[in-house]
């Protein structure tokens, strides 16, 4: 059986390679590279790509598949041992996950994500509620231990302090359950949040990048594909759910805006509103107006 790719991300190698498989999913599955120290990731979506993503379209066939079984890429096509699956990867296009830059005032759209956010996180019962994080006396046990490097990351962020962030990124790092644990995901977001606000400001880029080698010492004390994950976004790499979040903020169309808000929420068991918190984090962090600042106090 032989599918077609959609897309690849532009962190896959583009020339022949040898993998094991590292996990399977129901709708997915992940291949450790040999000779290389990450992950790539062969996902079933109608839309949804990422920067280390071999993303197809028909329902993966995982039955015959094992995790340590061999995976290799000749002329452009992906064949796994002991199953007769085969992936081409010739002709499909290319995701490099670059973010839009946001430019003016973000209040507005801001408080439209942060409610649906929170309703949402409400609705599903989700084991992180963003708001709790602001008001986390009565908050489940998660949501207290988030609470406090959550706030030092907007304060380490304010004054551009790469290492009080870091100190406050240790304290999240790999906490909560999940394939990508919430504080992971959170951390995510927070680098997205902080990438499309980057602008031509020296500061914020000397800012990302000091943080970003503290997060990439940190994010070897995570699980192999959250730590996947994490080093892409250190890179300014992300899915093409948050680009599309960034693009409807930019176009100011609240409809669209609550719809791409909503689709990136339906990522993972809790993931997409995990990184949608944290991305909202650093823009409250480099956006002081009134909607956030009780939340930032």
Known sequence: MQLQAVSIGSAVPQNNFNATIQSLFVSSLNLRLDNYDKLITILVSDHYDLPQGIRVNQTLPI?????GGAAVSRGGIIRFESSPLAIDLRGAKIWGGKLPRLNGPTEQAWAIIWQTLNAGQIQSKSDLIAEELFQPDHAPHLTRNLSMPVRGLIAAAERFDPHACTDAAKKMIGLGPGVTPTGDDILI???AG???MLGCKTDRLNFIE???KGLFCLSKKTNEISRTYIQHAIKGEFSSSMVGLIEAIRAGDEGRLICATKSTMQIGHSSGMDSITGFLVALAAWN???FYTKYKD
């Not at 039955?63 to 995790?67: G, R």
């Open 63 to 67: 039955q015959p598949l094992n995790i």
């Open 189 to 191: 977001g927070f680098m």
């Open 194 to 196: 902080l990438y499309c």
């Open 210 to 212: 000091e943080f970003g």
């Open 288 to 290: 002081s107006t009134s």
